[in-house]
């Protein structure tokens, strides 16, 4: 696989290996599946986002060096066709099951999730807009009720930093 810069590779061994330090991995074959999964899908439009902003949009040479409308028109053809994987992929029934990729206890890859999908919904946010999403925007939510988080996100959220 391709990666612009080595950093989209980086971050996503990076959560695996903290996955497997804190014990944070799938305990069934079909999670391990479902996360490896899932990460190809995720570095794929992670891996877009970067090429269409960075080789795209951004030209040194002109006096208007991004243009984000651009941007977003032409990344959001792709994740309209990439995004109704994702939420297949997250609203598929897991075991046990729960409102996580894994079951109900969080493992590596939601967050790996979460962080990418966040990028992507502050991006281009009407992409994420529908019922066709649900699966996706149940799973924001499941993340951000996890009882370890949901006072980091509240106390963002009163800050405006989220």
Do not use: H
């Not at 330090?21 to 794929?44: A, Q, S």
């Not at 609203?91 to 967050?111: I, W």
């Not at 979460?114 to 999403?133: E, S, T």
């Amino acid at each position: 696989i391709y990666d612009l810069d080595g950093k989209i590779t980086e971050n996503f061994i990076l959560m695996r290996s903290l996955g497997w330090i804190t014990n944070m991995i799938p305990k069934t074959p079909e999670g391990v599946m479902r996360c490896d999964e899932l990460e190809t899908v995720l570095f794929y439009l992670m891996n877009r986002m970067t090429w269409m902003i960075n080789k795209v949009c951004y030209d040194p040479e002109n006096e208007v060096s991004f243009d984000r409308t651009y941007a977003q028109n032409r990344y959001s053809r792709r994740l309209r066709i990439e995004l109704p994987k994702v939420n297949a992929m997250i609203g598929a029934e897991s075991n046990p099951p729960g409102p996580l990729l894994t079951g109900t206890k969080p493992c590596y890859a939601d967050f790996l999730a979460y962080a990418c999908l966040y990028d992507l919904k502050q991006f281009v946010p009407r992409c994420f807009a529908g019922i066709n999403n649900k699966p996706v925007t149940m799973f924001f939510r499941a993340m951000e009720d996890l009882p370890e988080l949901k006072e980091w996100f509240q106390e963002k959220r009163a800050e405006g930093k989220y």
